[in-house]
């Protein structure tokens, strides 16, 4: 079955640090989306690529549509405090199902 | 609706009895997914639903779980028989589905302890 790994699990930072994280898979998606979870919420959209190679940002996140479609990244700026959170890759393959990543857990030290 | 709605927020139930659980999708979504969320971790799949497909069932741990969607709308996940390893946050997702999806949108989920 489709296997998506993101990396990394967990990470600690000073606020002002720059962020990354990325996701894998074993097989290609047409699409790639990034989530961001906030305690006791749902999960809320980010970002979401269409096409291989494409970079897209909104604010101070940038994330990467992977040129073989089987990763993206995603970057965060400058980070701050309410950076705080869970983020989940998502990618989408040709019957339309989604898959998840297992989350990167995102702690911002004022 | 603006949004997906998810209901109850909070559920406690005792071990062995049933649960359902109720998602009201953004309307005009056909696609709506349920997921389950332990403590601290990622999402794990449970079924799919699109359009007026069989559903995807791939995800559901066992024969307690079940979901149906009625009317390509509303949808009950339920859970016969709880266990405590059924404590978890269930969330629930709908899209447009189709090629021009763009992503999904989440309820803010039901949490529920089994005790």
């Known amino acids: 079955g489709q296997q998506l790994n993101q990396s990394p699990q967990s990470m600690f930072i000073q606020e002002g640090e720059d962020v990354s994280m990325n996701c894998t898979s074993s097989?290609?998606?047409?699409?790639w989306l990034w989530y961001k979870q906030d305690p006791g919420e749902g999960p809320v959209l980010l970002i979401a690529l269409y096409k291989a190679g494409e970079l897209t940002s909104n604010g101070r996140l940038t994330a990467q549509f992977g040129i073989t479609r089987k990763d993206s990244f995603l970057n965060i700026s400058a980070s701050i405090p309410s950076d705080v959170g869970i983020y989940f890759c998502a990618g989408r393959d040709n019957f339309n199902k989604f898959y998840f990543g297992s989350g990167t857990k995102l702690n911002v030290k004022p | 609706g603006a949004g997906v709605s998810q209901s109850p927020s909070n559920k406690v139930t005792e071990k062995g009895k049933d649960v359902e659980l109720r998602c009201d999708p953004i309307s005009g979504h056909t696609a709506l997914y349920w997921y389950r969320q332990s403590l601290g971790q990622g999402l794990e799949f449970l079924i799919y639903f699109q359009g007026n497909s069989a559903p995807d069932k791939s995800g559901l741990p066992s024969d307690r779980f079940s979901a149906e969607r009625t009317g390509g709308s509303v949808s009950t996940l339920t859970i016969q028989r709880t266990q405590q390893e059924d404590s978890a946050v269930y969330l629930c997702?709908?899209?447009?589905?189709?090629?021009?999806?763009?992503?999904?949108?989440f309820g803010s989920g039901t949490r529920l302890t089994v005790v």
């Open positions: 097989s290609i998606f047409n699409t």
């Open positions: 997702a709908s899209s447009l589905g189709g090629t021009g999806s763009k992503g999904y949108t």
